[in-house]
């Protein structure tokens, strides 16, 4: 089993910054490829970030290329989400997941097989 808790999440006006960070447990943290979806109130979940086992392969959702910025701490087991330049639109609860290995997918939800419960970010205009 793994067990993923996020924190961070918060009300910021727009044009601000916050960090997310999810904390793994009860798997190998250091063997997976790590994501970070988000969903808005009516909306599907959708992908915002995703990073591999070593750190060195990312890859963003075009809406939030430039702006967030995910990483990892293999040592402390945590997986990080930077957003900055927040827009209205980026409201919604963001959620981490952990990879499947045996995908070939990074941004589609399937490809995930582990989730955390979520945290509420929420900006203000």
């Known amino acids: 089993q793994v067990q993923l808790v996020e924190s961070g999440g918060g009300l910021v006006q727009a044009g601000g910054s916050l960090r997310l960070s999810c904390a793994a447990s009860?798997?190998?943290?250091?063997?997976?490829?790590m994501g970070w979806f988000r969903q808005a109130p009516g909306k599907e979940r959708e992908f915002v970030a995703a990073?591999?086992?070593?750190?060195?392969?990312?890859y963003y959702a075009d809406t939030v290329k430039g702006r967030f910025a995910i990483s990892r701490d293999n040592a402390k087991t945590t997986v990080y989400l930077q957003m900055n330049s927040l827009k209205a639109e980026d409201t919604a609860v963001y959620y981490c997941?952990?990879?499947?290995?045996?995908?070939?997918?990074?941004?589609?939800?399937?490809?995930?097989?582990?989730w955390g419960q979520g945290t509420q970010v929420t900006v203000s205009s």
């Open positions: 997941a952990v990879r499947d290995p045996g995908t070939t997918a990074w941004d589609q939800r399937r490809g995930y097989d582990y």
């Open positions: 009860g798997r190998t943290f250091s063997s997976y490829g």
């Open positions: 990073i591999s086992w070593s750190g060195g392969r990312t």
